[in-house]
């Protein structure tokens, strides 16, 4: 935001003209972007990796042999985390460039004045997302090949597999790179629509900034999401139906989940701010948790679609780690001790790397929190200035921006794992339902119940609220930077 | 707490009073507010700006004081230091009886907050809340709910400067009149030493303009309540009781009620003299 006022005099001379013209790459925003990239592309980069090394590992064993199941299943699970992970990513970096936009305001209302288009400022913004795009898919690239190679490194000589032929660059290590570029860019594009508002007026002093936001001026557009939704809920249901006998219920349900889910995602602006009206009324009267709760409902949209990354990964581990459980169930049945520790162990192993793998995106998430807290306080300095100098103190501003982060991490983590919950338990009763446990040999379809796992699900809870902590030494520490004066700015 | 405040006569005990602790008191000087050898510099050394320099004056109680001057003339600094949204580089200021000048951040804010009322040019109010909300704003950052009889003075601000209808409404609902008769019902609502008005006309029609000047007049003329408002209208101006003048960071003229064509020839004067 600064940036242009910062820069260096001495950027007078010719030689330093070409660092001038880079100068927006030190504003606020596009760091986090190149972080955000660098860190799904890598991650791409990384699961690739261990997919074709595992899959390399499993044709040197004589048992498992060309068997390509493993890498099928390998692959599906990749593309899963590695697609929510670079989702996540490019909700943050479309939040990310309208802060960066929000603080550009001036800037581009006086370009406006003197005869730009809004059109070309608008490409221009989304050039600079492409160009942080590539930097941080390229850092990724980089990065997760070191990563990969060093990991692969360290297992083979801990497991003694010095044998396995594998390569280390893989040409498919590209894909994530360039799809992390390209949704960059579409994420600029996407996040740059605030340029369109901007009108030359508001170069001028003493204008007034908008005070509402887009609150009931904006019909949403949910048809399709509802139905969505509704189809994905029936088929979830039928599956748990037909997995009582067979259970390629489960198959059923599988594509009852993911429709139902797409369903909730993009209607994130018609479930989410539900949730937040009712997360915001438990944090009770006082005068900080009601302007903080009021807030988050300001930009319902930019809200919701930051609370759906972290609700999406909750809700994955949720489900993992409740179809899991509830599975050890049905096998405790069947099996005996012996063998249920064995199977207990995996299970609990599996549920341990899935949630590192969401980790990474909950990582993403945390950025965007950053942002998202940030852009509030960068678009509400006036106000913030306003309250100040009628008297909120300093703390309390501090513990206002603390619980509009609170705010939506909890209503994302209420939501994730309530569905979290939902699905894991559909999925095991559709997959096990027709499984038999009755002892007596009678072949009777299972109800199970969900079981939700204490550990892991704390663990979950743990971490959304250490990240969401973390994410508000930033935001509050700008907040608190906001004098009294600034409410009489123009400004 | 609001009684120790309170406008006090003058007797010959406190006179005695003052006396002995060698030092007299805003209170007993019938000010609500001022400042001793105020200056204010901007900047680093070389290229610092003097928006102030040794200014000495007080806000009288119970009046409703102009500040004038042209623009960079020092008179929002000024206010801003006497309200306690700013330090000054040196000098001394007193709000009532205590001495602000020193005080650290989270003491300003709840002085802010319990004896001095805002009223702004733009954006006074908080688009979150509504009209109500705003008016509670102060008791609400105080933690407490307002006593029966602050309640009772909020209800006779509210029909007096007939919000009644309006109280639901958020800002953006208001009409630029509206605002201001909210901005000034939470400015009054804690009967605070000093209500501050920065240009409070500034952004209305004509109309508006002097119904928001006429009430203040009125909060002042019929209540007591202290007043400051800085302007560079002098429509505006000829509201108050008496008149300040600043012109490059010092006091140049205090008159008493003056008509608009006075004060602006009066000006009109202060730019030929620069």
Same mark, same amino acid.
């Given at each position: 935001?600064?940036?242009?006022?910062?820069?260096?005099?001495?950027?007078?001379?010719?030689?330093?003209?070409?660092?001038?013209?880079?100068?927006?790459?030190?504003?606020?925003?596009?760091?986090?972007?190149?972080?955000?990239?660098?860190?799904?592309?890598?991650?791409?980069?990384?699961?690739?990796?261990?997919?074709?090394?595992?899959?390399?590992?499993?044709?040197?064993?004589?048992?498992?042999?060309?068997?390509?199941?493993?890498?099928?299943?390998?692959?599906?699970?990749?593309?899963?985390?590695?697609?929510?992970?670079?989702?996540?990513?490019?909700?943050?970096?479309?939040?990310?460039?309208?802060?960066?936009?929000?603080?550009?305001?001036?800037?581009?209302?006086?370009?406006?004045?003197?005869?730009?288009?809004?059109?070309?400022?608008?490409?221009?913004?989304?050039?600079?997302?492409?160009?942080?795009?590539?930097?941080?898919?390229?850092?990724?690239?980089?990065?997760?090949?070191?990563?990969?190679?060093?990991?692969?490194?360290?297992?083979?000589?801990?497991?003694?597999?010095?044998?396995?032929?594998?390569?280390?660059?893989?040409?498919?290590?590209?894909?994530?790179?360039?799809?992390?570029?390209?949704?960059?860019?579409?994420?600029?594009?996407?996040?740059?629509?605030?340029?369109?508002?901007?009108?030359?007026?508001?170069?001028?002093?003493?204008?007034?900034?908008?005070?509402?936001?887009?609150?009931?001026?904006?019909?949403?557009?949910?048809?399709?999401?509802?139905?969505?939704?509704?189809?994905?809920?029936?088929?979830?249901?039928?599956?748990?139906?037909?997995?009582?006998?067979?259970?390629?219920?489960?198959?059923?349900?599988?594509?009852?989940?993911?429709?139902?889910?797409?369903?909730?995602?993009?209607?994130?602006?018609?479930?989410?701010?539900?949730?937040?009206?009712?997360?915001?009324?438990?944090?009770?009267?006082?005068?900080?948790?009601?302007?903080?709760?009021?807030?988050?409902?300001?930009?319902?949209?930019?809200?919701?679609?930051?609370?759906?990354?972290?609700?999406?990964?909750?809700?994955?581990?949720?489900?993992?780690?409740?179809?899991?459980?509830?599975?050890?169930?049905?096998?405790?049945?069947?099996?005996?001790?012996?063998?249920?520790?064995?199977?207990?162990?995996?299970?609990?192993?599996?549920?341990?790397?899935?949630?590192?793998?969401?980790?990474?995106?909950?990582?993403?998430?945390?950025?965007?929190?950053?942002?998202?807290?940030?852009?509030?306080?960068?678009?509400?300095?006036?106000?913030?200035?306003?309250?100040?100098?009628?008297?909120?103190?300093?703390?309390?501003?501090?513990?206002?921006?603390?619980?509009?982060?609170?705010?939506?991490?909890?209503?994302?983590?209420?939501?994730?794992?309530?569905?979290?919950?939902?699905?894991?338990?559909?999925?095991?009763?559709?997959?096990?339902?027709?499984?038999?446990?009755?002892?007596?040999?009678?072949?009777?379809?299972?109800?199970?119940?969900?079981?939700?796992?204490?550990?892991?699900?704390?663990?979950?809870?743990?971490?959304?609220?250490?990240?969401?902590?973390?994410?508000?030494?930033?935001?509050?520490?700008?907040?608190?930077?906001?004098?009294?004066?600034?409410?009489?700015?123009?400004? | 707490?609001?009684?120790?405040?309170?406008?006090?006569?003058?007797?010959?005990?406190?006179?005695?009073?003052?006396?002995?602790?060698?030092?007299?008191?805003?209170?007993?000087?019938?000010?609500?507010?001022?400042?001793?050898?105020?200056?204010?510099?901007?900047?680093?050394?070389?290229?610092?700006?003097?928006?102030?320099?040794?200014?000495?004056?007080?806000?009288?109680?119970?009046?409703?004081?102009?500040?004038?001057?042209?623009?960079?003339?020092?008179?929002?600094?000024?206010?801003?230091?006497?309200?306690?949204?700013?330090?000054?580089?040196?000098?001394?200021?007193?709000?009532?009886?205590?001495?602000?000048?020193?005080?650290?951040?989270?003491?300003?804010?709840?002085?802010?907050?319990?004896?001095?009322?805002?009223?702004?040019?733009?954006?006074?109010?908080?688009?979150?809340?509504? #009209?109500?909300?705003?008016?509670?704003?102060? +008791?609400?950052? *105080? /933690? %407490?709910?307002?006593?029966?009889?602050? @309640?009772? $003075?909020?209800?006779?601000?509210?029909?007096?400067?007939?919000?009644?209808?309006?109280?639901?409404?958020?800002?953006?609902?208001?009409?630029?009149?509206?605002?201001?008769?909210?901005?000034?019902?939470?400015?009054?609502?804690?009967?605070?030493?000093?209500?501050?008005?920065?240009?409070?006309?500034?952004?209305?029609?004509?109309?508006?303009?002097?119904?928001?000047?006429?009430?203040?007049?009125?909060?002042?003329?019929?209540?007591?309540?202290?007043?400051?408002?800085?302007?560079?209208?002098?429509?505006? #101006?000829?509201?108050?009781?008496?008149?300040? +003048?600043?012109? *490059? /960071? %010092?006091?140049?003229?205090?008159?008493? @009620?003056? $008509?608009?064509?006075?004060?602006?020839?009066?000006?009109?004067?202060?730019?030929?003299?620069?």
């Amino acid at each position: 935001m600064s940036a242009v006022l910062e820069r260096p005099r001495a950027a007078a001379s010719t030689a330093q003209a070409g660092s001038r013209r880079l100068a927006w790459l030190r504003e606020r925003g596009m760091g986090a972007t190149i972080l955000v990239a660098a860190i799904s592309s890598a991650f791409g980069v990384i699961l690739i990796a261990a997919t074709g090394y595992i899959t390399s590992i499993a044709r040197a064993d004589p048992y498992l042999g060309e068997s390509g199941s493993i890498a099928f299943v390998l692959g599906i699970l990749t593309v899963v985390f590695v697609g929510l992970a670079m989702y996540i990513a490019s909700i943050v970096t479309a939040n990310t460039f309208a802060t960066v936009i929000a603080g550009r305001t001036r800037q581009i209302a006086l370009l406006r004045l003197i005869g730009a288009s809004a059109r070309s400022q608008r490409q221009r913004v989304a050039a600079q997302g492409l160009v942080v795009g590539v930097l941080g898919a390229l850092a990724g690239l980089l990065g997760g090949i070191a990563l990969a190679a060093a990991g692969i490194w360290a297992i083979g000589r801990m497991l003694g597999l010095d044998g396995i032929s594998h390569t280390l660059l893989d040409p498919a290590f590209a894909l994530p790179a360039i799809v992390v570029a390209l949704t960059t860019w579409a994420a600029a594009w996407s996040g740059s629509r605030a340029v369109l508002r901007v009108t030359p007026l508001q170069a001028l002093a003493g204008s007034v900034p908008a005070t509402h936001g887009d609150t009931g001026n904006r019909r949403v557009r949910g048809g399709g999401a509802i139905v969505l939704l509704a189809a994905g809920a029936a088929l979830l249901g039928l599956g748990v139906l037909v997995g009582l006998f067979s259970p390629l219920g489960v198959l059923i349900a599988f594509v009852g989940g993911v429709l139902s889910f797409t369903g909730i995602a993009l209607g994130a602006v018609i479930f989410i701010p539900p949730v937040l009206r009712l997360i915001g009324r438990l944090f009770g009267g006082s005068v900080t948790a009601r302007l903080a709760a009021q807030h988050a409902l300001r930009h319902p949209a930019r809200s919701s679609r930051m609370a759906i990354g972290v609700v999406m990964g909750v809700a994955l581990v949720t489900m993992f780690a409740v179809a899991l459980e509830s599975m050890k169930g049905v096998l405790a049945a069947e099996l005996g001790s012996e063998l249920l520790a064995e199977f207990t162990s995996v299970i609990d192993a599996v549920s341990a790397i899935m949630m590192g793998l969401v980790g990474v995106s909950a990582v993403i998430a945390a950025v965007g929190m950053v942002n998202l807290l940030t852009i509030g306080v960068v678009q509400r300095r006036r106000e913030l200035g306003l309250l100040r100098a009628l008297g909120l103190s300093n703390r309390q501003v501090r513990a206002m921006v603390m619980l509009e982060a609170a705010h939506i991490a909890i209503a994302a983590l209420v939501a994730g794992l309530a569905l979290g919950i939902v699905y894991g338990w559909a999925g095991a009763q559709s997959a096990f339902g027709s499984i038999s446990t009755n002892p007596l040999g009678e072949v009777m379809p299972t109800v199970l119940w969900p079981a939700v796992p204490l550990w892991p699900m704390v663990a979950v809870v743990c971490a959304t609220l250490l990240l969401t902590l973390v994410a508000t030494v930033v935001p509050t520490r700008l907040a608190t930077r906001v004098a009294p004066v600034e409410a009489l700015a123009a400004d | 707490m609001y009684a120790e405040y309170l406008p006090r006569p003058t007797t010959p005990a406190t006179a005695l009073r003052s006396v002995e602790s060698m030092e007299i008191t805003t209170t007993e000087l019938g000010l609500a507010a001022r400042v001793q050898h105020l200056s204010r510099s901007y900047g680093r050394e070389d290229g610092a700006v003097r928006a102030l320099d040794g200014v000495s004056v007080g806000i009288r109680r119970g009046q409703f004081t102009a500040v004038m001057g042209p623009s960079g003339s020092g008179k929002s600094t000024l206010m801003h230091i006497m309200a306690g949204l700013d330090a000054p580089s040196s000098g001394r200021a007193w709000i009532g009886d205590t001495e602000i000048t020193g005080l650290g951040d989270l003491e300003l804010t709840i002085l802010r907050r319990r004896r001095v009322g805002f009223i702004f040019q733009a954006f006074n109010l908080v688009p979150t809340l509504d #009209a109500l909300g705003n008016i509670m704003l102060p +008791f609400e950052l *105080d /933690g %407490r709910r307002p006593s029966a009889m602050e @309640r009772a $003075r909020i209800d006779g601000l509210i029909q007096s400067l007939g919000l009644g209808p309006r109280l639901g409404h958020r800002p953006h609902q208001l009409s630029g009149g509206q605002q201001q008769r909210v901005a000034i019902a939470r400015a009054l609502a804690t009967a605070p030493d000093l209500v501050f008005a920065d240009e409070p006309t500034g952004n209305l029609d004509s109309r508006s303009g002097r119904e928001v000047l006429s009430l203040l007049a009125a909060a002042s003329a019929e209540h007591g309540q202290s007043i400051a408002m800085v302007t560079h209208d002098p429509v505006a #101006a000829s509201y108050a009781d008496r008149i300040l +003048f600043l012109a *490059d /960071g %010092r006091l140049v003229a205090e008159k008493p @009620r003056q $008509r608009a064509d006075e004060i602006s020839r009066f000006m009109l004067g202060m730019e030929v003299a620069a």
